[in-house]
């Protein structure tokens, strides 16, 4: 019963972290970006959010993807799909570092 409420609440965490990479994928609500949040007010104005919306839709779809093969996993208890989880982990990390990159020298 327990494996079933976990199961649950991972999934239900995974649909609210597809719903944000979907209102980020189409630019509406508050972005979700550290270059957003911990930029200042005159520079949120000036900014082009449209690569940082799009980085925060991919990094929320991943992250989904994590908590949903978690859910699985918690349910079928197989070995190989937290190997894939920790992978994703992984993928998502190197993901922000590099398109955070990427985004500031295309600012230059």
């Known amino acids: 019963m327990v494996k079933i409420i976990g199961a649950i609440v991972l999934g239900i965490i ?3 972290c597809f719903v944000i990479s979907i209102l980020q994928f189409r630019e509406k609500g508050f ?3 550290n270059a ?3 930029a200042s007010k005159q520079d949120r ?3 082009d959010k449209k690569p940082h919306y799009k980085q925060s839709g991919i990094v929320f779809a991943l992250i989904g993807i994590i908590f949903l093969i978690n859910a699985i996993e918690m349910i079928l208890q197989t070995k190989w799909l937290f190997y894939l989880g920790t992978a994703v982990e992984i993928a998502v990390v190197v993901y922000a570092i590099v398109s955070s990159i990427a985004i500031e020298k295309q600012k230059k």
């Open 45 to 47: 104005e000036t900014m």
């Open 36 to 38: 957003y949040i911990g």
């Open 14 to 16: 995974s649909a609210v």
């Open 31 to 33: 972005l979700f970006n």
